[in-house]
């Protein structure tokens, strides 16, 4: 039990709509994460919130945006979606930069 | 650029078997952390140990332990009397430490660890 939980657990899209997932971290845990993991492989880096601001960004093209909000929650949003954004999408949550990250069940999109 | 490799990409023992995963990585900075963690069939990932580039001793904790080698960029990770409860797919991570900036996570591409009776 990590104390970071994410909404929904699966999700069918279809492409060119847009996604929202959703995220609530631990309490008082002011960094939070996002990561794709494609099917087979490791978890990939999208962006990082510190304090509700962007604080750092993966190779990922504008269209995935996100948000932080103060109390501890968050959220990934994707426009245009396209067939290879299906994938696992997970939050972390650290309580600074640089600790370890504490991570949600994920949200299993599938774009058709 | 960083990079993790995990050349493992799936490992099946017996239960009471003891089984090594192994992390190789590439980083230029000098101050860096490590990690391990443990993704079960529902997704989620466990965070199981962080380490320090400044601290290369090894550590123990139960069934698990794991050896830090700076000079070979390894950071692997032993269980001990493996146990059907350990099956999962295992990942190692690297995170640069430069202060105030993101503390992204590179992973490697995981190692899946099927244990059985």
């Known amino acids: 039990e990590t104390g970071v939980t994410q909404s929904p657990t699966h999700l069918i899209k279809t492409r060119g709509q847009q996604v929202t997932l959703r995220c609530s971290s631990q309490s008082g845990h002011n960094t939070v994460s996002w990561y794709q993991q494609a099917l087979g492989q490791g978890p990939q880096f999208i962006f990082q919130?510190?304090?509700?601001?962007?604080?750092g960004r993966g190779n990922f093209p504008p269209r995935f945006s996100g948000l932080q909000f103060p109390n501890y929650s968050s959220e990934l949003n994707v426009n245009a979606l396209e067939l290879d954004d299906s994938a696992l999408y997970l939050c972390?949550?650290?309580?600074?930069?640089?600790?370890?990250?504490?991570f949600g069940q994920g949200t299993r999109l599938t774009v058709v | 650029a960083q990079k993790v490799t995990q050349a493992q990409t799936e490992i099946s023992v017996v239960e009471k078997e003891d089984v090594t995963l192994d992390c190789v990585y590439e980083?230029?900075?000098?101050?860096?952390?490590l990690f391990w963690y443990k993704q079960p069939p529902s997704g989620e990932l466990v965070f199981l140990i962080r380490r320090n580039s400044f601290d290369e001793q090894n550590e123990i904790s139960g069934r698990y332990s794991w050896n830090f080698q700076k000079s070979t960029s390894s950071f692997n990770f032993t269980i001990t009397a493996s146990q059907v409860v350990d099956s999962a797919v295992y990942f190692c991570a690297l995170s640069e430490a430069a202060t105030g900036t993101a503390s992204k996570l590179t992973f490697g591409t995981g190692t899946r660890l099927q244990v059985t009776l």
């Open positions: 972390a949550s650290s309580p600074r930069v640089n600790t370890e990250a504490f």
């Open positions: 980083t230029r900075d000098t101050t860096y952390y």
């Open positions: 919130y510190y304090r509700e601001e962007e604080n």
